[in-house]
């Protein structure tokens, strides 16, 4: 499969690297659809897999009454500011409906491209039905011309009965860029949901703290996060799982690397039902100056929950580097290799082409080690 992209073939070389650092192939090849969108302008939405529907969320909303009861549902439009300046504004994103038993063996993909000094929303409704399985891999990329900007951005994930979605979203922002992202999951019974972040550039400051509702017996969650945070960086990043359900479980890991930037690195878990359970694991590696704020919570609320963190930030050991130099390594190859098995998360679920534009991206970065 192969379909050129409206909007891509105007990029400069330095932004289509950009983008494919983010995981977008700007031949969609193998890709079951695509969205792009430039600063407030939606270029491009298709998706040839029978069965998924992506549609501009503005489209979307005209063509089906039903989806309002969807829309600012699970995001309160008056949560903040920035909420209610996305829903002040016309509509943007895009909306997926992954109809009932469908599962794209390739990624959905969508492009959110900053081209200009301004403000960026979105409001995209992702929508997976009984027994559906979606992944889909999202690029956040400014111009590698844009100073100043913002990013404003709204999610709304549904997961129905027996249904699963992945969600891989990798950052390639710049260091004057501000992103605040909001969203949230309502997972139903047997609903899997698995969320992976990924930023490993320069950005001025990110805020988000993302939410998943499990209200469906045996529900799970999974949320993964990768963090290099530079010099002038300052994210500030959380997760936050709900298990109000018998039976349902949570797992929210992070990896998180500072050299001169601040991250704080926020989990929590709520154990509000029958037989749940939830782990939180934070492990921080400082490099140079930096700041890395672990607070892992876990919140039992009756005794038939069982819930466990575990949180560490530290330096590398000398004695893993002289180890690996004993072995023909120089001390720079020694801490590159470290690092890289230190942020090696493996997602149970995530097919292996995501898995490798995981790793990809973590590869790309690795100059800034």
Request: with cysteine; hydrophobic share 35%; proline share 3%.
């Amino acid at each position: 499969m192969r379909k050129d992209i409206d909007g891509f073939e105007g990029l400069s070389p330095e932004d289509a690297e950009r983008l494919e650092q983010s995981g977008m192939v700007l031949s969609s090849e193998n890709r079951c659809g695509s969205f792009f969108q430039t600063d407030q302008d939606i270029r491009h939405t298709s998706c040839t897999y029978e069965g998924i529907e992506m549609l501009p969320t503005a489209e979307a909303l005209k063509k089906y009454d039903w989806l309002r009861d969807y829309y600012w549902n699970l995001v309160d439009k008056d949560k903040d500011e920035y909420t209610r300046y996305v829903a002040a504004q016309e509509p943007r994103g895009y909306t997926i409906i992954a109809k009932k038993g469908s599962k794209n063996i390739f990624p959905l993909q969508t492009c959110l491209f900053m081209a200009t000094d301004d403000i960026q929303t979105v409001h995209n409704i992702i929508i997976a039905e009984e027994g559906a399985e979606l992944h889909l891999i999202t690029g956040c990329v400014s111009s590698h011309s844009v100073g100043h900007g913002s990013h404003y951005g709204i999610t709304e994930f549904y997961v129905g009965k027996d249904a699963l979605i992945s969600t891989t979203m990798i950052h390639t922002w710049g260091e004057d860029v501000t992103v605040v992202p909001r969203s949230a999951a309502r997972l139903e019974e047997n609903g899997t949901f698995l969320s992976n972040y990924i930023s490993m550039k320069p950005v001025k400051r990110v805020q988000m703290y993302p939410e998943a509702r499990l209200t469906g017996e045996n529900s799970v969650a999974r949320f993964s996060s990768v963090i290099l945070a530079p010099e002038g960086s300052e994210l500030d990043l959380g997760q936050r799982a709900i298990l109000e359900a018998k039976g349902t479980s949570a797992e929210l890991l992070s990896r998180v690397i500072t050299r001169g930037g601040t991250v704080i690195a926020r989990s929590h878990i709520i154990g509000g039902a029958e037989e749940t359970r939830g782990h939180i694991e934070c492990k921080g590696l400082i490099l140079e100056d930096g700041i890395i704020h672990a607070i892992p919570e876990i919140e039992g609320r009756l005794t038939n929950t069982s819930l466990s963190h575990e949180a560490a930030v530290g330096k590398i050991a000398r004695d893993e580097i002289e180890y690996l130099m004993a072995r023909g390594l120089d001390e720079e190859e020694a801490t590159a290799t470290i690092i890289r098995g230190f942020l090696d998360v493996k997602i149970q679920g995530l097919p292996d082409s995501l898995q490798r534009q995981i790793d990809a991206a973590i590869d790309a970065a690795e100059d800034g080690f």
